[in-house]
């Protein structure tokens, strides 16, 4: 999967440079909404920072408007399937020795409103910075057995959150559109050790 989303990203390079000088999208004052597919990858600090975590993937849906050339604004959904933890070994406890299995997963799902300015070159491809702020939704699982002995703990939590990234759209026509992303997600307050940085590939429709 992730190579899969490096590989179909970089070659929206080529891509953009097909025609790049052949036509001029307008963007002012137009809808749009799309949605794709994300790959992620764990930055998580603190208490959450327990070793290596499993990368996840999840979908985007987003729906906006372009002010003008330059400037956008946009509702956007994400949704990420489960970061997964797991470790094992043997604990010494004079006189005996004890095996041991723990297990975590993190899910979580966000929404946020996103400004995004447009670099104002001609042409088919238009790159763009992201900033948004919005709030996040978030499900923590632990399960840990010593011997013949196991607890299971559940914590559900939600709070303000934020992004920053950067972006390439090429239109492919007057009214669709590819789009990369990379993006870091932030949390605030309760979920203040959720971050993460996103890998999206989405399809764009204007009307």
């Known amino acids: ?3 899969f989303f ?16 052949q036509t001029n999208i307008s963007l002012e004052k137009h809808w749009y909404f799309g949605g794709g597919f994300n790959y992620s ?18 979908f985007d849906l987003k729906a906006g408007y372009f002010f003008s050339e330059y400037f956008a604004l946009e509702a956007m959904f ?6 997964e933890h797991s470790e094992s070994g043997v604990i010494y406890s004079p006189p005996y020795y004890y ?8 899910s979580l799902y966000n929404f946020t409103i996103n400004g995004k300015g447009f670099i104002p070159i001609k042409g088919i491809v238009k790159p763009y910075g992201i900033l948004g702020f919005g709030y996040a939704w978030g499900e923590a699982k632990q399960k840990l057995r010593i011997g013949i002995i196991s607890d299971t703990n559940t914590e559900k939590e939600s709070d303000l959150c934020g992004r920053i990234g950067a972006g390439l759209d090429i239109f492919l ?14 949390g605030f307050n309760d979920i203040d050790n959720v971050r993460y940085t996103s890998l999206s590939l989405n399809a764009i429709v204007l009307f």
């Open 41 to 58: 990858f764990e930055n998580f600090k603190d208490e959450m920072d327990i070793g290596d975590w499993d990368n996840t993937y999840g």
């Open 1 to 3: 999967m992730k190579k």
């Open 6 to 21: 490096v590989i179909a990203i970089l070659c929206l390079i080529p891509i953009s440079f097909v025609g790049a000088e």
């Open 99 to 106: 095996s041991y299995e723990y297990d975590a997963d993190v």
């Open 173 to 186: 026509s007057k009214q669709f559109a590819l789009e990369g992303e990379v993006s870091y997600f932030m």
């Open 78 to 83: 994400q949704y990420l399937d489960d970061f």
